[in-house]
């Protein structure tokens, strides 16, 4: 059968599109990725924060978990608007504009002092936030047609895992070194140093990015004719529904429900993968910052291993639910090795493993179903049902942990989570999802 990508069947002409996707995507993707690096870290980098910052503020694991959640609210409620504002007034003014306004409130973290205050400045990093990821996936998708798809997505996630092995290290030395420096507290100069990058980012996205291919002055013009024919001749076979009518397709809530099982384990390991460290027994920060950078280094080569074995055998469903079980694995294994630091380690790396390797192949699912308005409607709402992930799991682990003083339950109920994400992965029909 001849390719969508090359309709003549030319090896030389297939070549020559390999060279130039290879082109694009080292154009886009690396910087992509690096702003949602930035972007994450500051989302979840209140992890290391609570090391110091509970004993601090007097917050409890209750307090803690509830403002770690409380940033899901945000994101949840303007995900959907704020992804279709970008699908209509581009993404170089959009994103730059959101990675600014984030960049601000996750320095402005310095001043919760009080539980409230942490609520609201959570929340309202949520609402700056609740464009980013769904607006750079639709972004990719004019851009890469889904047979390249799982890759170009692999690549730009292996942000997630690259924030945890930077972030880690570099937070727990920030909260070492500055701690007590110009007055300010070891978990305030954390936030105020990791906010400025994503202001700094968010000036250079409007120089980097084009909004659509024909804006890309850098590609020649048979190179933009290329991408445009691939695109519309994917678009063809793809659903293009109402606006309306997105919301209410059943393979979006299903799709809905398997990223949502999925960011119940990430946003648990995310948030309270320091924690499980030094429950261990290690209490100095580096150190603590240090072994996370474990799991996170593991994660990103199974990212790419697998996001391109997916593509190379155009499946989707198994490359999607094996990993999750190898999580869900992971999960079981850190709780009943809960008070050794070495089984501990070993279990959360095969849990984020397994966690990160199935996210980019869950996004080559949707966007495969879903083209036009819709797919910027459907690729929000998922990813918007998926923030109840956020909201429920870092709380439910604290609220469990105040009431039974250990994490154990909360990792038993992220791995049967993930469990049901690789259920609802296989009910997929094959020929729907596979390419």
């Not at 949840?76 to 007034?89: D, K």
């Not at 409007?206 to 890309?216: E, G, K, Y």
């Not at 994660?299 to 990993?323: F, G, N, Q, T, Y």
Request: hydrophobic share 55%; proline share 4%; aromatic share 12%.
């Amino acid at each position: 059968m001849e390719s969508v990508l090359n309709p003549t069947g030319s090896l030389a002409a297939q070549s020559t599109e390999d060279r130039l996707y290879r082109r694009v995507a080292w154009r886009l993707v690396p910087f992509l990725a690096l702003c949602y690096v930035v972007g994450y870290l500051d989302r979840v980098n209140v992890g290391f924060a609570k090391l110091q910052m509970l004993q601090d503020l007097h917050f409890s694991e209750t307090v803690y978990g509830l403002g770690a959640s409380i940033f899901f609210v945000g994101y949840l409620l303007f995900e959907i608007p704020s992804n279709i504002i970008l699908h209509r007034v581009g993404a170089r003014r959009w994103i730059g504009l959101i990675m600014v306004t984030w960049g601000f409130l996750s320095s402005a973290m310095i001043f919760a002092t009080t539980p409230n205050m942490f609520y609201l400045l959570r929340f309202l990093l949520g609402v700056a936030e609740a464009g980013f990821f769904p607006g750079v996936v639709l972004y990719l998708t004019y851009w890469f047609p889904d047979a390249r798809r799982g890759r170009i997505t692999g690549m730009f996630m292996t942000a997630i895992p690259l924030s945890g092995l930077i972030g880690g290290p570099v937070s727990g030395w920030i909260m070492l070194a500055f701690n007590g420096e110009q007055g300010l507290a070891g978990w305030q100069w954390l936030f105020l140093l990791e906010g400025l990058p994503a202001v700094i980012l968010g000036f250079l996205v409007f120089f980097w990015l084009d909004d659509r291919v024909s804006d890309a002055k850098w590609l020649s013009g048979g190179e933009r004719v290329i991408i445009a024919r691939n695109i519309e001749a994917e678009a063809m076979g793809k659903a293009n529904p109402p606006l309306l009518q997105a919301f209410i397709m059943p393979r979006v809530w299903a799709m809905a429900g398997i990223y949502l099982s999925l960011m119940m384990g990430l946003y648990g390991v995310s948030f309270w993968l320091p924690t499980l460290i030094r429950n261990t027994g290690v209490h100095d920060t580096l150190q603590v910052g240090l072994l996370s950078a474990v799991p996170n280094l593991f994660a990103i080569v199974a990212m790419v291993v697998v996001s391109r074995s997916s593509d190379r055998k155009a499946e989707r469903r198994w490359h999607l639910a094996v990993p999750a079980l190898f999580g869900a694995v992971g999960m079981v294994a850190a709780a009943l090795g809960s008070s050794d630091t070495w089984t501990t380690i070993a279990a959360l790396t095969l849990a984020n493993v397994g966690i990160c390797a199935a996210l980019p192949l869950f996004w080559s699912m949707p966007t495969a179903l879903l083209g036009g308005a819709a797919a910027a409607a459907g690729i929000a709402l998922v990813n918007s049902i998926s923030c109840l992930g956020g909201v429920f799991s870092p709380y439910l682990i604290g609220h469990l942990k105040d009431i039974t003083g250990s994490t154990d339950s909360g990792l038993y109920m992220m791995a049967a989570c993930m469990c049901v994400a690789a259920g609802l992965a296989l009910a997929q029909p094959a020929k729907l999802v596979n390419r």
